[in-house]
């Protein structure tokens, strides 16, 4: 297999870029051929003297660019319809039409239904109007302080979150907090806690500055943190999903989280909290966040609105301790800068005339009655399945290819996620289609279950 990867370390392309930049190259001018399989991380990171982590970071670049395909126990192969340099595909004469609605079983999408548009719209004039009428300079990085003071309230009184603004920063989605993060605690070299399965792109991310992931199990109270302090004993940070565990959605329970805040607090390591759906929780109130417990100034918290209001507005926001602020905003400063001042104008008054928190409790009520129709429709046809916080958890058998499966739901109009695709690891362990239920209404629940079901058989 000629994959020609040669590390330049002093390059100012990251490893792992380089990586897939390469195997990327052996794929397009046909070195690579469609189905072939490709080397295990252990075995590349081996060949190149890399770490794993950065041999993941790599294949999961390619995954993201639909390039290679994993299949868990049958390992990690060039995806069968990748492009090769020079054979896309001819011009349609008529664009294909866009989905009216996302498909049935996405994840990780707010309903398409549910949404105050109008409310929203009004809201988007007042807010253009307000960014033009504004002094021609540049916007603060940071973020609007408008939105970062109405952020500030808000986590007060919904996550439990004592944070003044000037501790909030306001970046273009989740990558980007995390991005900056990262930078502001210049962990180059060191190693972090994953949960697996978990966040793909949180893994990425890290990878891209310097951090090695390291995978913790979850289980039924989320990340085991015993297991973390075993396998990574001198880990510098823990990225974790406490209120809803991506994807399986557990709630971090009581004990662990003592268990991760002792931990960061004597080993002086970093917590980073992804506050994925944690203010979505259907059972009952939301769970305060992990900061709202963080007495040694050890956790940084993430939010965006990319699930709650829209994925396109590329909305989130960190929040750190009072003593890493100048760092961050040192950062901010330089290497950041913040979404369009119109955006952020919108989303402060949304969030100030109360208009967040009311489509937040409507979400959860809709959210709940999708939830259990599609639940009721997977009993009547005699499919095991478990409850997954914004999802439903379809346990597949021994030996079936989530992946395979998933990919062939899209060809009838469902995209249901593989477990596979979220575990940090290659090993044996069963896959699982994981049905979102955000765009199911109970009046499709059936059809859309059915249709699933006979892919199954």
């Known amino acids: 297999m000629d994959l020609s990867i040669n590390i330049d370390r002093g390059a100012r392309t990251p490893v792992a870029g380089q990586i897939a930049a390469a195997i990327g190259a052996a794929i397009h001018d046909g070195r690579l051929a469609p189905g072939a399989r490709l080397p295990s991380w252990h075995d590349l ?27 868990g126990a049958a390992g990690t192969r060039v995806a069968r319809q990748a492009v090769r340099a020079g054979t896309a595909p001819e011009r349609p004469a008529t664009p294909p039409p866009r989905l009216a609605a996302p498909v049935p079983f996405q994840v990780g999408v707010p309903g398409q239904d549910v949404f105050p548009f109008k409310t929203w719209s009004r809201i988007m004039g007042r807010a253009a109007r307000a960014a033009a009428a504004q002094p021609l300079g540049y916007p603060d990085p940071r973020g609007e302080p408008v939105l970062r003071a109405a952020i500030a309230a808000y986590l007060g009184i919904a996550r439990g979150v004592a944070c003044h603004p000037s501790q909030v920063f306001v970046a273009n989605g989740h990558a980007a907090a995390l991005g900056l993060a990262l930078r502001a605690l210049r ?34 109270e989320g990340l085991d943190v015993a297991a973390g302090i075993a396998s990574s004993p001198k880990a510098a940070l823990a990225v974790v999903t406490p209120g809803q565990q991506a994807p399986l959605g557990m709630t971090l329970s009581l004990a662990r989280r003592h268990a991760l805040l002792d931990w960061a607090a004597h080993a002086g390591a970093w917590i980073v909290e992804d506050d994925y759906l944690g203010e979505l929780q259907l059972q009952a109130r939301a769970t305060p966040a992990l900061a709202a417990r963080d007495h040694a ?25 009072p003593a890493l602020a100048p760092a961050v905003a040192g950062v901010a400063d330089v290497a950041a800068a913040a979404p369009a001042p119109a955006i952020q104008f919108a ?3 949304f969030l100030r005339d109360g208009h967040y928190l009311r489509h937040l409790r409507h979400m959860k009520r809709v959210y709940a009655e999708r939830r259990a129709a599609l639940c009721a429709c ?31 739901a899209r060809t009838v109009g ?44």
């Open 45 to 71: 990171a081996v060949q190149l003297g890399v770490a794993r982590g950065t041999v993941r970071a790599a294949y999961d670049s390619l995954r993201d660019q639909q390039l290679i395909v994993t299949a």
């Open 347 to 349: 989303i402060e008054e």
């Open 187 to 220: 962990l180059e070299g060191r190693t972090a806690w994953v949960e697996d399965p978990g966040y793909a792109s949180a893994r990425t991310v890290l990878a891209q500055h310097g951090v090695t992931p390291s995978p913790a199990p979850v289980d039924a």
């Open 297 to 321: 100034g050890r956790v940084l918290h993430i939010g965006t609105f990319s699930k709650t209001i829209a994925p396109a507005l590329r909305v989130a926001f960190l929040v750190v301790p």
């Open 378 to 408: 997977l009993r009547d046809l005699g499919l095991a399945h478990a409850e997954a916080g914004l999802s439903v958890l379809l346990p597949l058998a021994d030996g079936v290819d989530d992946a395979a499966l998933a990919a062939r």
């Open 414 to 457: 469902l995209a249901p996620s593989a477990l596979s695709w979220w575990r940090a690891q290659e090993d044996d362990a069963p896959g699982g289609l994981l049905l979102g239920v955000t765009n199911v209404p109970p009046g499709r629940a059936q059809a859309a279950c059915a249709a699933l079901a006979a892919l199954l058989r």
